[in-house]
């Protein structure tokens, strides 16, 4: 009977293991393959309109975070232009990632500061936190 049991118990813990490990191989690629609901939405944005280097690490950026989302892991929007951006609509998204640009146009930048004053989230690379006696 304990032979028996210990077997059991075995088996159970190879299944388990194999079923874990089976779930768990996702294609690298694809690191949110396991969502079963979107968690939030994203709004990236880039520009097109700088040096062909910021270009390209910008257009890296935006294809990763589009193999980062694979699934159901969060709701993406991507864009070129914040032209029109009021806070109403930077407001329909939990973060705002900016790859190498930011809000030129006065009104998108009013309406970018005031989403963040009301607690929106924000993350940027490049020169997206850019700051000299140029910028406005």
């Known amino acids: 009977m304990k032979n028996t049991t210990l077997f059991f118990l075995c088996l159970l813990s190879v299944i388990a293991f194999s079923t874990s490990s089976l779930q768990a191989q996702t294609p690298e690629e694809y690191p949110a393959n396991y969502a079963s609901a979107p968690r939030f939405k994203a709004l990236v944005f880039y520009t097109t309109q700088a040096e062909e280097a910021h270009v390209d690490f910008a257009r890296q ?24 951006f009021t806070y109403e609509k930077f407001n329909e998204y939990d973060i705002v990632v900016m790859l190498n640009g930011y809000p030129t146009g006065q009104q998108e930048r009013l309406a970018f500061q005031k989403y963040m004053e009301n607690g929106g989230g924000w993350m940027g690379f490049h020169v997206a936190a850019y700051n000299d006696r140029t910028t406005h």
């Not at 935006?62 to 232009?81: A, E, K, M, S």
Request: glycine share 16%; charged share 15%.
């Open 61 to 84: 950026g935006v294809q990763f975070f589009h193999r980062l989302n694979y699934g159901d892991g969060f709701l993406l929007d991507t864009i070129t232009d914040f032209t029109g």
